[in-house]
């Protein structure tokens, strides 16, 4: 069975901190890796997507991806009020769209103001 | 930025009814799936639809679910006879070939 462990949290962070979320997970078939925000009641979306080994950036968020340790990591930099929500992490066995996801429960996050 | 759209947002039924949900996907969507999340827990895959046909289903999709895509754009997920266990977030996602998963806003099902 195919399984993405997160820690549920919370994670409390202070304001422009650093916050970091974990994830493993147990299929060494898994190819494609995201990270989806979703805030209370709402749907998830899609904050990072990775693929290859090493680190992908945008904006204030961090991917890192260790298919050798099967690990997914997010760091948050300058962590903002408005970043508190549930982080999903999610899995595929594919590059592309056909096979479905595989998300852990998620990392629930506050940022303290 | 186009919208995965799902109707109705919240759907209160009673015990044994049947219910529509309803997704309209972004259009050059290639993979549309049903997902579901009960309140705290994980989002669990029900079934995924290509080529307007059903491509893989979980255990949860059993002879209760159905989809369908009556009119080549809607994308509906039936519920024949609902029990108090389908009280869940359903959320429909399409995806482009090769891109990340965009999902709809989400029916809340209250099943009483």
């Given at each position: 069975?195919?399984?993405?462990?997160?820690?549920?949290?919370?994670?409390?962070?202070?304001?422009?901190?650093?916050?970091?979320?974990?994830?493993?997970?147990?299929?060494?078939?898994?190819?494609?890796?995201?990270?989806?925000?979703?805030?209370?009641?709402?749907?998830?979306?899609?904050?990072?997507?990775?693929?290859?080994?090493?680190?992908?950036?945008?904006?204030?968020?961090?991917?890192?991806?260790?298919?050798?340790?099967?690990?997914?990591?997010?760091?948050?930099?300058?962590?903002?009020?408005?970043?508190?929500?549930?982080?999903?992490?999610?899995?595929?066995?594919?590059?592309?769209?056909?096979?479905?996801?595989?998300?852990?429960?998620?990392?629930?996050?506050?940022?303290?103001? | 930025?186009?919208?995965?759209?799902?109707?109705?947002?919240?759907?209160?039924?009673?015990?044994?009814?049947?219910?529509?949900?309803?997704?309209?996907?972004?259009?050059?969507?290639?993979?549309?799936y049903w997902?579901?999340?009960?309140?705290?827990?994980?989002?669990?895959?029900l079934v995924?639809?290509?080529?307007?046909?059903?491509?893989?289903?979980?255990?949860?999709?059993?002879?209760?679910?159905?989809?369908?895509?009556?009119?080549?754009?809607?994308?509906?997920l039936?519920?024949?006879?609902?029990?108090?266990?389908?009280?869940?977030?359903?959320?429909c996602?399409?995806?482009?070939?090769?891109?990340?998963?965009?999902?709809?806003?989400?029916?809340?099902?209250?099943?009483?």
């Amino acid at each position: 069975q195919k399984e993405v462990e997160q820690n549920s949290g919370p994670l409390s962070v202070p304001e422009g901190a650093i916050a970091s979320l974990n994830c493993t997970y147990s299929d060494r078939g898994s190819q494609s890796f995201f990270w989806y925000r979703q805030y209370s009641g709402k749907s998830p979306e899609l904050i990072m997507s990775i693929y290859s080994n090493g680190d992908k950036e945008d904006g204030r968020f961090t991917a890192q991806l260790n298919k050798a340790s099967q690990y997914v990591s997010l760091l948050i930099r300058d962590s903002q009020p408005s970043d508190s929500a549930t982080y999903l992490c999610a899995v595929n066995s594919w590059n592309s769209g056909n096979t479905p996801l595989v998300f852990g429960k998620g990392t629930r996050l506050s940022v303290i103001a | 930025e186009p919208e995965v759209t799902q109707t109705p947002s919240h759907q209160v039924t009673q015990m044994g009814q049947e219910v529509i949900l309803r997704c309209v996907p972004i259009s050059n969507h290639l993979y549309f799936y049903w997902y579901r999340q009960i309140l705290g827990q994980k989002v669990e895959f029900l079934v995924s639809f290509y080529n307007n046909e059903i491509s893989e289903k979980s255990e949860i999709f059993d002879d209760q679910f159905s989809v369908e895509r009556p009119d080549g754009s809607n994308f509906t997920l039936k519920i024949r006879s609902t029990k108090l266990e389908d009280s869940a977030m359903y959320f429909c996602a399409g995806v482009e070939k090769d891109y990340g998963y965009t999902f709809g806003s989400g029916t809340r099902l209250t099943v009483v």
